[in-house]
């Protein structure tokens, strides 16, 4: 079984089977509350699925999303993978929602100060992005999904809310490892610091 989990907008968890259905699903909006919410959504997933013990593989939204809830998630990840001595993959938490979408989309996720994160995807396959920019600058391709895209109504009139299905992330992992495409899990923040270290740098 594969244990898969997205803290990149919902604190979501999946928990999907060695051919690829679904056994259990938990999944909370709290912007704040990653850490609070986590483990007991993911001990509740292994549970109904039967999992404890059975987990082959964990695989782990990358963002691009703000730094505290992303970190929670991925800390998450790596620890568990460490403890039951299991590999852990990072996918592109955009993946998740423009993969399963047909034709061509843009999927914005809020990035905080007044700008989105965005990918663009054609039949499922990101064609640009991810980048982080000012709502109105986003290049926007199709029809357009996300949760972030509806704090901005006038520069993506229509939007419909998505957020990122860990079973979708699965999904793409499989497209990936069967492509020998790397999946590291290091976070996809896509801002430089607010405090350098280095004047004028």
């Known amino acids: 079984m594969i244990l898969a989990l997205d803290t990149s907008s919902a604190i979501a968890v999946a928990v999907v089977s060695d051919a690829g259905d679904v056994l259990a699903a938990r999944s909370v909006f709290d912007p704040r509350g990653h850490a609070e919410h986590l483990s007991a959504l993911v001990a509740e997933a292994l549970e109904e699925a039967g999992a404890s013990g059975a987990v082959s593989r964990i695989v782990v939204g990358t963002g691009p999303a703000p730094f505290t809830g992303l970190r929670v998630g991925l800390m998450t990840a790596r620890t568990l993978a460490t403890v039951w001595g299991v590999p852990v993959e990072g996918v592109c938490s955009l993946d998740a929602v423009g993969a399963a979408a047909p034709g061509e989309v843009t999927v914005v996720a809020d990035a905080r100060r007044k700008e989105v994160y965005w990918a663009t995807y054609r ?22 999904l996300g949760r972030g895209a509806l704090l901005y109504p006038e520069a993506f009139p229509g939007a419909v809310g998505a957020d990122p299905d860990p079973a979708r992330l699965v999904e793409v992992a499989a497209w990936l490892r069967a492509a020998g495409e ?20």
């Open 123 to 144: 039949d499922g396959v990101r064609v640009s992005g991810p980048a982080v920019s000012a709502p109105g600058d986003v290049p926007v391709l199709g029809s357009v």
């Open 182 to 201: 790397p999946m590291p899990t290091e976070p996809l923040y896509l801002r430089r610091p607010d405090v350098h270290g280095v004047p004028g740098a």
